[in-house]
């Protein structure tokens, strides 16, 4: 039988990596092109930690990933057949879509907006670490607002080291460039 996501990271990563993302502490990890910063998206503490690591301003908002579709259904309002069935050609996949979002939604999550920016992440570790948290998963890239995104572990660890961020082992996907994200009402590409 087929793994679904075939790179677990270590249990050991994956049990200091729930404990503080139950605590409300940030992790970085690995994405599809670079890694990315994390918490729990319905923990306002720990998006003000990111939002304060990255010196990002509060009125962007955030990407969330998940393993799966019903890892997001808390974050965005019901989805028509025909909503659906276009999220799903693209995921899991590149492609953030920008969804209406739940009540349930942090104001500092979905910043000015009145959508979300969710994707079903295709890269495995990602994937697997929202799995093993059994939650979605804040996703902005690991870097200070306006610099480079940074592409490995080591390369995390000495910008916001150990205290600040929890990083975790991993290899970045192939992706040069971020995910496409795309508003799923229009149909327009944003980035």
Known sequence: MKKPFPRLPAQAQIDAA???????????????????????????????????????????????????????????RPLTPAQLATVQRYWPGPYTFL?????????????RHDKIAVRISAHGEAA?????????LVSTSANRAGQKSLKTARACRQAFGREQVLTLKGRIGKRRKPSTIIDLDSGRVLR
């Open 128 to 136: 697997a670490l929202c799995q093993a948290l059994g939650s979605p």
């Open 18 to 76: 729930r404990g503080r993302f139950r605590a409300g502490g940030v992790l970085a990890y690995a994405t599809e092109s670079c890694f990315g910063l994390g918490c729990d998206p319905f923990n306002v503490r720990a998006i003000r930690r990111i939002l304060a690591i990255k010196a990002r301003p509060t009125h962007k908002g955030l990407i969330v990933i998940a393993a799966n579709l019903e890892q997001l259904r808390p974050l965005i």
């Open 99 to 111: 969804l209406p979002a739940s009540r349930r939604v942090p104001t500092l999550l979905r910043g």
